[in-house]
């Protein structure tokens, strides 16, 4: 059995096409391009066989170009497969971090309604005393509703100056409002 690859898998380029391509015989004792003695031209016949022959190279190499084509098709639809199901995927997780955020805000409001507060990860003295930047990720003790009492180490070269250093309970301990926070802190001088 002969392979005729890629004619028998392209779906455009087909063996029948190939093989409907003639190859005009003039002549059986011709072979290949004759070139005639008395003017010094080629042949008709030699010709139109060599003709014959580009177009069938042709149609083989059209059929390559063809499977490649479909190859690239396919893995393209499976690319496109690929976003849309990353998509899905994306706005799964968009809806799970909404739910949990919600969540999170109802625990928050439980937590407040049952006179509990959530001990900050303060960084600074000032922190401790004033809240963060805008007192939103880390509050202040007097607006939590917390006393502080400060333990103080003297200018230990490990921290900067009014850098905390230790929190107790820990910070994201749940603590009754009113509560005292131990908050040790260096202090240079």
């Not at 008709?44 to 003709?51: E, I, M």
Request: hydrophobic share 35%.
């Amino acid at each position: 059995m002969t392979s005729n690859y890629p004619l028998d898998i392209s779906t455009r380029f087909t063996v029948e096409m190939r093989d409907a391509i003639r190859t005009p015989r003039g002549n059986d004792a011709i072979h290949g391009l004759v070139i005639n003695p008395q003017t010094g031209d080629v042949t008709n016949d030699a010709l139109a066989g060599y003709l014959s022959s580009i177009k069938k190279d042709q149609i083989l190499e059209l059929a390559y170009c063809d499977i490649i084509d479909n190859k690239i098709q396919q893995l393209l639809l499976g690319y496109t497969e690929f976003q849309n199901r990353f998509a899905e995927i994306s706005n799964t997780l968009r809806n799970i971090e909404n739910t949990l955020n919600e969540v999170h805000q109802r625990q928050d409001g439980i937590i407040e309604l049952l006179g509990y507060v959530t001990v900050p990860e303060w960084q600074k003295k000032e922190e401790v005393e004033k809240g963060d930047d805008m007192g939103m990720v880390n509050p202040s003790a007097e607006s939590l509703g917390l006393r502080v009492e400060y333990i103080i180490l003297q200018a230990d070269p490990r921290y900067e100056n009014e850098e905390v250093v230790n929190i107790e309970p820990p910070p994201g301990s749940l603590v009754r409002k009113g509560s005292t926070v131990k908050v040790t802190i260096n202090l240079e001088g």
